[in-house]
């Protein structure tokens, strides 16, 4: 075979052969697989190969054996042999479509056909259209079949040919090929991302060919450069990588297009406009490429790249001014070319270095593009030079009313029909302009109760089902009942939502929570197989181990006992649920707890609610002069690179799974992996996946943050309530640490009563808008088309005909007979109607795994007043204070608490003791706090006591009254201990009613001996242990400090001495020798702590001081 040429009767023998090994007439299924395969129709098309029908059952089995035993050899001697063109022809189409039905690991047998190729073309001389079509077919098939090193050697021959025949072939024959080399390239990084890491082995014979043709047959530089734009050079393509493994092609590329950009401007009356913009474009990539990884660009192409943008914004400018003086008409389009660079320009904050006169004759012209945009209803576009206008010197007259044609352009509101009707409804006080925005409060607790306050108003006074508020010149209306509420969420007429939403597009795209009309519909149709219960049950495993993963780091705050913000830690954990269901990865962001993602959501969540709020920072030249904008995109540009990079590296497991045809092994499915197979059917993009994705990450993370958050904290205030949800969760999972199953979730009916309740008060999403597409009659009055209408679920979930006491957590209004009882849209804070949260089921399940683990293991208590930490709504609603409790494990929390008093002289060590054992007794987990007695700080009694401690002369001053007083300061503080003793915390008092009887009876006051004194702190909390610290007056009277108080002498310390040793009952009073050393005394006291702490669980219910406690009968008698 290799001395003699394949001719047509060998093709046939070949065709004869396969037909015999696939049972099937080669031509017939040929024609009808390409028929079947639209990927090659075009090919088909492109070889003028003959389509004979428009659809047919291909046998798989039968194609796949003809790929089996394809004699690649044989063919690939054929096509350098062969001399018929159309044969050959034919023979690369047959190519093209076996390829793809062979096995991955056997493509390497068909590498030698496009080598065969490859030297064809270099071996025999062929007419311009045949190479044309041979290196077509090349790249083609190279492209889609084979490895990035054939690619480049691929490309290698193609320019090293046109290289070598640059004399023997016209200047625009060889351009055409370099353009088809490029075209190549474009097409190598679109199917290929291992290109990026690849730095190419043919520019520089490229570069070659470039000068030669500038050189030789003086061919215009914006040609050349045209054509690298025609071919698809941009960002995607001319990569940072690329860019530095090629710097000296890069360079070339970006002094021509600058000195054109020159060339070009030099006369204002002669230009190419088609060439001018593509020179701008250009530049544009190259900006592009700079900014998205900056730390990796080389420094000479970083210096290349500014001198080339710099000059090329300096004719931009320096012409427009040209243009106005001459008088000069511009095309619009050449126009709005020149805007775009210089919008771009200027964003990177290029203005600052150009001519102040050319910015100012600039302006005229750039305004004027600006207009046309606001004419044709292009308000991205007009948007564009917004941010910039502030660095130009001297703006025209007609700025400002441009500015008012384009709030009008982004806000269409019928003036005249608005004002009439948004009159009618009733609302706040409003002024011209700035709206009702002159009451807001700045403060974001201030304005969170001041909007409570006007909702409650105009519910109960009022008594009115919608409200009006002015944000600056554009009206919001607030639904205020389920009634109201109803009339727009349950239609399918109101599914647009408000412009509000515009801040969040940039970072969401038009997903499903942005997107409207069609584009929803349909990614709603998608979308919804991802949470069929069997998806559903294959997340729960993720969240069961990430549940344990968040119990297990904060043991180390259960050990120590130590007040934490739990907020971060609960935010992290359902960023890793998040990440691994929807993404199918692990970031171990409960681990890496400073990860960027959490920081930067958190930051872009209080700038979009600072830009809904405050309406004037809807215009980008105060959102950007604010210092807002910039911050904002430097979170943005955080957050979607590290979705991107997600998507990335899940695609690219993806795809290994299908080339390994293992996408049926019983592996752990991840959102994604649906959106990648919803891809491989044609029906999403790559921006399409990003969208969903952003949407996803966003939803399924600080929401259902804010949820668990919440219920923590209000369950954390309600230990009752605590105590039902561990006897539920104790009831299912006992002592066990074994996984959580979606079977016990279904148990937990009062955990989710819980949630459901934090939920009707402190709903996780604020709040939502609707843009009315047309008018609508709602609680007696007219809303107009366009008006934005807003839905807060914390205002439909505490209207007083749904819940009778509708500000109080009470978990059984989720009891199943009071759910029934009720406004099905009184209760919606996954929204309600056709545009509710898809993933209502998975933010439940995930919430109630999580809290169902914490529960397990541990009582929360809260460290500051529940008031104290206020709702604020941002997109979210987050609390101000975050999570401030503290853990106990649940087994030493169910035992009851313990009140612990030390008595003793003046400075016989009292204080010093109390608090060594509060260290002592927090180092081992448990929750202390010291007492003081009498309680300085206790409103209503402690300003007098301190008054009278620190300025009475006389101890017998007022002995009553004083007495009196004491005692009213204990029984004011009575009640606050006993709860906190039953909420299991150990109280340690520094003095109680024993001091008080013995000081009392001191006096020498016949109406208040020691029983009258015992008498009157009857009642009180008994201790369970009470410290007698021994040591007499003539002991204490010498340590210092002594004698600073009125009860500080020595004569009367001595008479309460013997009062206390009246008293004692050694029933619970133990007697320290205080005389010892700090550390003696220290180690005395901690003994019998341990003791008792062993008796805890044994106790019972606290009692109440009885006169026979006093033990004052026993020690008369004696």
Not at 231 to 260: D, E, H
Not at 314 to 324: D, P
Not at 586 to 602: C, F, L, S
Not at 1063 to 1089: C, L, M, P, R, Y
Request: aromatic fraction near 10%; hydrophobic fraction near 40%; charged fraction near 25%.
């Amino acid at each position: 075979m290799d001395n003699m040429e394949m001719n047509h009767a060998d093709l046939a023998q070949l065709k004869d052969e396969l037909e015999s090994k696939a049972k099937i007439p080669f031509e017939i299924w040929l024609q009808e697989f390409v028929a079947s395969h639209n990927p090659f129709r075009r090919l088909s098309l492109l070889f003028k190969l003959p389509v004979c029908c428009e659809q047919s059952d291909i046998d798989e089995d039968k194609a796949r054996q003809i790929s089996l035993h394809f004699p690649t050899n044989l063919l690939s001697q054929f096509i350098l042999q062969q001399r018929d063109e159309d044969v050959v022809d034919l023979v690369v189409t047959i190519i093209s479509i076996i390829i793809p039905l062979c096995p991955l690991k056997d493509r390497e047998m068909f590498r030698p056909l496009c080598e065969g190729i490859r030297e064809s073309i270099c071996l025999r001389g062929m007419e311009e259209k045949d190479l044309e079509n041979r290196l077509n077919a090349l790249c083609l098939i190279g492209i889609t079949y084979l490895s990035v090193d054939d690619i480049n050697g691929i490309l290698n021959v193609i320019i090293g040919f046109i290289k070598d025949n640059v004399d023997h072939f016209p200047s625009r024959v060889i351009m055409d090929f370099t353009i088809d080399a490029l075209k190549t390239l474009n097409k190598v990084f679109n199917t290929d991302t291992q290109m990026n890491s690849v730095a190419l082995s043919w520019p520089a014979d490229l570069r070659t060919v470039i000068e030669r043709l500038l050189r030789t047959f003086n061919i215009p530089t914006v040609y050349l450069t045209f054509s690298f734009i025609s071919a698809g050079i941009t960002s995607q393509i001319v990569g940072p990588v690329w860019l530095t493994s090629n710097k000296k092609f890069f360079q070339l590329l970006a002094s021509l297009t600058s000195a054109r950009i020159r060339i070009e401007t030099e006369d204002p009356k002669k230009i190419n406009g088609d060439e001018l913009v593509s020179c701008f474009q250009l530049e544009e990539s190259f900006v592009n490429c700079i900014e998205t990884d900056e730390s990796n660009i080389d420094d000479e192409v970083a210096t290349a790249v500014g001198k080339s943008v710099q000059e090329a914004a300096s004719f931009c400018c320096e012409y427009l001014g040209a243009c106005t003086k001459e008088q000069v008409t511009l095309d619009m389009g050449i126009k709005l070319a020149f805007y775009r660079f210089i919008c771009m320009f200027a964003t990177i904050g290029g203005l600052q270095i150009i001519h102040k006169d050319n910015l100012t004759s600039s302006i005229t012209s750039l305004l004027e593009v600006f207009e046309y945009a606001i004419s044709q209803r292009d308000h991205e576009t007009a948007a564009l030079l917004l941010p910039n206008l502030p660095d130009f010197p001297v703006l025209p007259r007609n700025t400002l009313d441009l500015l008012l044609k384009y709030v009008q352009l982004i806000f269409p509101i019928d003036k005249t029909a608005c004002l009439s009707q948004i009159s009618q409804i009733p609302g706040p006080v409003s002024l011209p302009l700035v709206g009702t925005t002159w009451q807001f409060k700045w403060k974001i607790e201030d304005l969170t109760d001041q909007l409570v306050q006007w909702q409650r108003y105009y519910q109960n006074i009022e008594k009115v089902d919608v409200v009006k508020i002015w944000l600056g010149p554009f009206p919001i209306v607030a639904m205020l009942s389920p009634k109201a509420a109803k009339s727009i969420l349950e239609s399918n007429d109101y599914l647009t939502k408000g412009d509000e939403y515009q801040i969040v597009e940039r970072w969401l795209g038009t997903g499903l929570l942005t997107s409207k009309g069609d584009k929803w519909r349909s990614r709603r149709k998608l979308i919804t197989p991802a949470f069929h219960f069997s998806m559903l049950n294959q997340y729960h495993q993720v969240q069961d181990e990430e549940a344990k993963i968040l119990v297990d780091v904060l043991e180390r705050y259960a050990v120590s006992g130590e007040s934490f913000d739990a907020f971060p830690y609960v935010k992290r954990c359902a960023l890793d649920i998040i990440c691994a269901t929807a993404m199918g990865i692990k970031v171990n962001a409960q681990t890496n707890v400073d990860h960027p993602y959490v920081g930067a959501v958190k930051q872009m969540n209080e700038l979009s609610f600072a830009y809904s709020r405050m309406p004037w920072l809807w215009f980008k030249p105060v959102w950007y002069l604010s210092g807002f904008g910039y911050k904002y995109d430097r979170c943005l540009k955080m957050v979607t690179d590290f979705t991107r990079d997600v998507i990335k590296k899940r695609s690219e497991e993806f795809d290994s799974r299908i080339h390994d045809d293992t996408m049926n092994d019983k592996k752990r499915m991840a959102f994604l992996d649906l959106l990648l197979r919803v891809k491989q059917e044609g029906h999403l993009t790559n921006e399409d996946i990003r969208e969903e994705v952003d949407t996803f990450m966003f939803e399924g993370h600080d929401t259902t943050s804010s949820g668990m958050a919440w219920t923590l904290w209000c369950l954390a205030h309600h230990p009752e309530y605590q105590q039902k949800v561990w006897e539920e969760v104790d009831s299912v999972f006992g002592n066990s640490s074994r996984p959580c199953t979606v079977d016990d979730l279904k148990k937990l009916c009062y955990l989710e009563q819980c949630i459901k309740e934090s939920f009707r008060l402190y709903p996780p999403v604020p709040f939502f808008t609707r843009k009315l597409e047309c008018d609508i009659e709602c609680g007696g009055y007219t809303i107009p088309k366009n008006t934005t209408v807003l839905l807060s679920p914390g205002t439909l979930h505490t209207h007083k005909k749904s819940f009778s006491d509708p500000y109080t957590f009470d978990p059984e209004n989720f009891k199943i007979e009071n759910i029934h009882s009720r406004d099905a849209f009184s209760f919606i804070p996954f929204s309600a109607g056709p545009r509710n949260c898809i993933g209502q089921k998975f933010a439940l399940m995930e919430e109630k795994t999580v809290l169902s683990w914490i529960f397990r293991i541990y009582e929360i208590r809260p460290t500051r007043d529940f008031p104290e930490n206020c709702p604020c709504p941002e997109i979210i609603l987050k609390p101000s204070l975050g999570l401030p409790i503290t853990f106990m494990p649940f087994q030493m929390a169910q035992a009851r608490g313990l009140f612990i008093v030390f008595e003793g002289l003046d400075r016989s060590g009292k204080s010093t003791q109390s608090k060594k054992i509060e260290a002592y007794l927090q180092k081992k987990g448990y929750p202390v706090r010291i007492q003081r007695y009498p309680d300085r700080e206790e409103p209503t009694t402690g300003p007098k006591i301190d008054e009278f401690l620190r300025t009475a002369k006389d101890v017998k001053q007022d002995a009553i009254q004083i007495h009196n007083l004491f005692v009213d300061n204990r029984r004011h503080l009575d009640e606050r201990i006993r709860k906190e003793i039953f909420e299991g915390n150990i109280i340690i008092a520094d003095r109680y009613s024993f001091s008080g009887v013995a000081y009392s009876a001191a006096k020498d006051i016949p109406e208040l001996g020691l029983e009258k004194a015992c008498e009157s702190e009857v009642g009180l909390l008994k201790p369970d242990l009470v410290f007698f610290l021994k040591a007499d007056s003539a002991v204490t009277s010498k340590r210092d400090e002594f004698g600073g108080e009125a009860f500080e002498k020595t004569e009367f310390q001595s008479k309460v001495y013997e009062n206390i040793k009246k008293i004692i009952n050694f029933e619970f009073w133990k007697e320290v020798n205080a005389s010892q050393s700090i550390d003696e005394v220290f180690a005395d006291i901690k003994t019998e702590i341990d003791a008792l702490l062993e008796t805890r669980t044994q106790l019972a219910e606290p009692k109440s001081l009885a006169l026979s406690d006093f033990n004052i009968h026993q020690s008369q008698e004696a």
